[in-house]
C-alpha cells in the first residue's frame, strides 16, 4: 500500500493535524514517507519549524551533532515500512550522546497516544495495567451503537466505549508492523473512567480477528464482557446503511451536517438498481451477524443482549441494565433527562440546592425520525423481495 493511500485511511484519527504547529521537531525515515510528511506540514505548519532526514538501508549514517539535536522537541520516527527497525539503528547511531531530547515512533507511539488521550509528545511505552472492568460493545455496521455509547459514555462511570479498533489501526497493522495487541493493552491500561472500567466498541467489519488471522486477542479478550446490540428491523437497517452510503453521511451531530444531508436525500431517486444493492446490504447483516454468532459459540461466550428498538423505546432502562450486567452499579441509579430538564438540574448542581442524590442524570438527543426516503425504499423493497 503506498503512503498516500495509508495516511488517507488513517485521517480519521487527525493524527497529522494534531502534530502541526509543535514547534521544533525532526522527523527521521525512509524517503517516500519523509517526503509525504514533508509536503504535508509545508501546507499546514504555521508557526512551527520542521527538519526532516532521510535514513535508509545505504545511508553512510545520521549526521546530526549533540547541539543540534538538543534544539528539537522530540526526533519522530517515520516509516510505512518498518519504524521499529528505523528506531533501533537510530537509537544506536545516537546513544553516545546521551540525548534528553525524546525519540519517538509516528504510528507506534504518537498515534497510540492520540488514541488513549494521553501527550502526544511521549513514548507510549507503560506496564499493561488490567483494568477493573472490561466490556466491549458488540454490534454490525448502522445498528445504533454510536447512540448507546454516547449514553455510556455521559454516565461518567463506565468508560469510554468508542470504536477503537477499526480502520486506522487496521491498516496500520496489515502493513506497517503496528502491534495492536500492545495498542489494546494501552488503550485498556490509560483509557478508563476513575472507577477502572473499560469499554470499547468492535464492530463486525472491522474487527481483527477475521481480518488478521495471525493476531490472536482471545487471551485478552477474554478479560471481556460482551454486549451484542442487535437491530430488529434488519431491512431498516440496511436501508439506514445503503442510504449512508449514497449521501456520505454516516452521523449527524450539528444542524449544518443535517441541513446538507437532507439536501442529498432530496436528490435520491429510487430505481431498481437501488433495491437490488440493498437487497445485498441487506443480506450483508445477515452475514455479519452470523460472524458474531460463531465468534460467540465458539469462545462459549454469552452476551447481554440489547435490542436497538428497545433502546430507543426505553434508554433508561436499558442503560441500566447494562451497568448492572457489568456490575457497575447494583440498582437503577440513571435518569435520562430531556435538554431542558437537564439544563434545570445543572443550574440546581450549580447552586447546590440538590440534595445527595445518587442518581447518573445524563442528558440524550432524540432518535431522529426515519427519513420519508427510507421509508419509500423499505415500500418498495418489500414489494419487489417479499
Known sequence: MKVEEIFDRIAEVRLLKKLSDRGNLLFV????????????????????????????ENSDGFNYSRDDLLNYQAIIVASIDDEHFIF??????????????PILKLFSDLFVNVASARPLLQASDSKFTVPKIAYAIASTARSGSTVLCKALIATQIAGFP????????????QNCHFDCLRYLRHLMTYRTTENGVFGTKFISHFFPVREQNNLDLDEILARFNFIYLIRRD????????????????????????YKAYQASLNKIKIEDADLEKLHGYYQWILQEERFWEEFFEQRQISPLVIEYEQFVASPEQQVNQVLK??????EDRVKVLNRYQY?????????????????????LK?????????????????????
Do not use: M, P
Request: aromatic share 10%.
Open 234 to 257: 434488519k431491512i431498516a437497517q440496511a436501508a439506514s446503511g445503503y442510504i449512508a452510503q449514497k449521501t456520505k453521511t454516516w452521523h449527524i451531530d450539528t444542524d449544518k451536517k
Open 162 to 173: 468508542e470504536e477503537h479498533l477499526r480502520q486506522s489501526s487496521q491498516v496500520l497493522t
Open 343 to 363: 439544563k434545570l438540574y445543572q443550574i440546581a448542581k450549580k447552586f447546590k440546592i440538590i440534595g445527595d442524590d445518587r442518581a447518573i442524570k445524563i442528558k
Open 29 to 56: 525515515g525512509e524517503e517516500e514517507t519523509i517526503q509525504y510528511l514533508q509536503n504535508f506540514f509545508a501546507r499546514s505548519n504555521t508557526n512551527s519549524h520542521y527538519n526532516y532526514y532521510c535514513l535508509s
Open 88 to 101: 533501533d539503528r537510530l537509537k544506536q547511531e545516537l546513544e553516545q550522546l546521551n540525548l534528553e531530547t
Open 325 to 330: 450486567y457489568l456490575k457497575i452499579i447494583d
Open 366 to 386: 432524540s432518535k431522529k425520525l426515519q427519513s420519508n426516503l427510507s421509508k419509500v425504499l423499505i415500500q418498495k423493497y418489500q414489494e419487489k423481495y417479499s
